[in-house]
Structure formats: structure tokens, C-alpha cells
T-cell receptor, first 112, second 112 residues
Framework: QKEVEQNSGPLSVPEGAIASLNCTYSDRGSQSFFWYRQYSGKSPELIMSIYSNGDKEDGRFTAQLNKASQYVSLLIRDSQPSDSATYLCAVKGGRGYSTLTFGKGTMLLVSP | NAGVTQTPKFQVLKTGQSMTLQCAQDMNHNSMYWYRQDPGMGLRLIYYSASEGTTDKGEVPNGYNVSRLNKREFSLRLESAAPSQTSVYFC???????????FGPGTRLLVL
């Protein structure tokens, strides 16, 4: 059974701070990793994908992947109140025909 | 370019009634998915269609059926609705199986 674990939160940070969201996964052969943002009452929208160990930056967002430790994280720099949402981690398993497994999400609250 | 569309947006059913949720995508994607999202449970995969002409069960298929009508459309049918099927249903699509998924706006279903 593939598992993707996230702290449910809420993670509270002040405006302008760095928010750090973490995700661990059980399938050591996992190949692809995704971060989605979901506002309350809305559908998930893709923020970033990462496939190789290391960091990947896109604007204020940085995804970090460490396959040896089986974790992936998302850093949000200069957090804004508009970043308040639930962040979902999704992992594609190691088998060739695997689907994505989603974590339950971490709620982020950014206070002005 | 509408992306992924779903109908209806909201639906109230009585126990035992049937209904079909419709999903269409205009991104020429090969793979399509149906998820349900419940508080505290995250996104759970009901069924998916890796390519036109194929469908497979996901994590929670009981009580549901699907039809991949053509490359664009993937419908989800509840034959005899139960209160346990009260949920938010999301359709998603991806260029190929296991790649980045793009979500529709969701259908909120209440079964009384």
C-alpha cells in the first residue's frame, strides 16, 4: 500500500515569513512528485513538479526532493495571506503504470 | 480553452436514486480520472482511464461505474446512491498516465 504522509496542520506563519511544508512517502521506487494548492471550496491546482534529487525553484516556491530519505518539501518564501490554502503532495509510484497517490494535505494560514 | 469541465456543479439525491456525473477535457489528454474528496480523507481515486477504450478501478470503486465515451469525455455513474457517497467529486486529466493531472471544478453531491 503506497502511502503519502503530510502533517495536517494548520501551519501558521506571519506574512513575509518562509513556510515549509513537508511530505514523506513509502514507495522507495517513486519517480515523480507534485505539489498542488487547493483553496477552500475549489479544485486542486498544480504548483510544481519535481523528478530529480535537489531543489527546483519557481518564483517564490522551491520544491526539494531527497529520494534517499523519501521526503519532498515545498518552501514558500515571502508568504502572503493569499497563500493561505491546503497544500497537497502527490507521488507517482515506482511501477511503470502507477497512478498518483495524494497526501491528505497541510493547511497553511498566513496572517497579515 | 476550458480545460476540464464537470456537470453538474451541485446535486441533491435521495437514497436509491441514480445519476451520472459528466466530465470533458479539451486538452487532447489521453488519461482521465475520477476522485472523491471527503473531510480528513484527502483525494481518493475511484476509477481511471489510462487511455481511450480502457478503464480501471482505483482505491474506492464500489458503488460506481464509469464510461470513457471518447477521448474527451469520461462519465461516472452512481446506480443506487447511498448517503456514504455524499462527497465532492473531481475529474482530472493528464497527457499520459502518471503525469501531471489537471482538475475540473468539482461536483458537490449530497445524498439524503
Amino acid at each position: 500500500q503506497k502511502e503519502v504522509e503530510q502533517n495536517s496542520g494548520p501551519l501558521s506563519v506571519p506574512e513575509g515569513a518562509i513556510a515549509s511544508l513537508n511530505c514523506t512517502y513509502s514507495d522507495r521506487g517513486s519517480q515523480s512528485f507534485f505539489w498542488y494548492r487547493q483553496y477552500s471550496g475549489k479544485s486542486p491546482e498544480l504548483i510544481m513538479s519535481i523528478y530529480s534529487n535537489g531543489d527546483k525553484e519557481d518564483g517564490r516556491f522551491t520544491a526539494q526532493l531527497n529520494k534517499a530519505s523519501q521526503y519532498v518539501s515545498l518552501l514558500i518564501r515571502d508568504s502572503q495571506p493569499s497563500d493561505s490554502a491546503t497544500y497537497l503532495c502527490a507521488v507517482k509510484g515506482g511501477r511503470g503504470y502507477s497512478t498518483l497517490t495524494f497526501g491528505k494535505g497541510t493547511m497553511l494560514l498566513v496572517s497579515p | 480553452n476550458a480545460g476540464v469541465t464537470q456537470t453538474p456543479k451541485f446535486q441533491v439525491l435521495k437514497t436509491g436514486q441514480s445519476m451520472t456525473l459528466q466530465c470533458a477535457q479539451d486538452m487532447n489528454h489521453n488519461s482521465m480520472y475520477w476522485y472523491r474528496q471527503d473531510p480528513g480523507m484527502g483525494l481518493r481515486l475511484i476509477y481511471y482511464s489510462a487511455s481511450e477504450g480502457t478503464t480501471d478501478k482505483g482505491e474506492v470503486p464500489n458503488g460506481y461505474n464509469v464510461s470513457r465515451l471518447n477521448k474527451r469525455e469520461f462519465s461516472l455513474r452512481l446506480e443506487s446512491a447511498a448517503p456514504s457517497q455524499t462527497s465532492v467529486y473531481f475529474c482530472a486529466s493528464s497527457m499520459d498516465h502518471g503525469e501531471t493531472q489537471y482538475f475540473g471544478p468539482g461536483t458537490r453531491l449530497l445524498v439524503l
